[in-house]
């Protein structure tokens, strides 16, 4: 399942003016953008995620700054290293995510497919892994 998460590359369009990327619902992205959220001001050391999503699809994005999101579908993990805003990293749902080693005035721009709905959270990893089916 963790296969189905990989870093997609969105259109740049270069310019000496400053470059220009944009993302289109179904087009660039496998769904539609319902909500969008960013976490910014992040201090150092800090960790945000460590949930899943029973439905949610997102796409992250390294507006400014980098950082770290560790992926794991219960059998898999891999981590990846976001540091440029025209590469975003799809996540598909059931995968438990952990975000850290934001860079200074870092800021991750999520796009997601669907409204907040807390119904939505697994933020007990036992119970992810539960309704798996993976006995650990
Ligand atoms: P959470 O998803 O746990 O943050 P992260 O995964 O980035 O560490 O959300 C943190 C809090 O913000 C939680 O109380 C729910 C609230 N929240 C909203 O109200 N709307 C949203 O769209 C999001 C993403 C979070």
New binding site residues.
Partial sequence: MIDKCKIIELPKIKDPRGNLTFVEGGKHIPFEIQ?V?Y?YDVPGGA?????AHKELQQLIIAMSGSFDVLLDDGTEKKRFYLNRSYYGLYICPMIW?E?DNFSSGSV?M?L?SN??D?AD?Y?DYQEFLDNLGITK
Avoid: D, F, P
């Fill in positions: 909500r959220y976490l960790e945000r995620g460590g949930h995510r975000l991750c999520v997601a409204l907040y807390e959270y933020r």
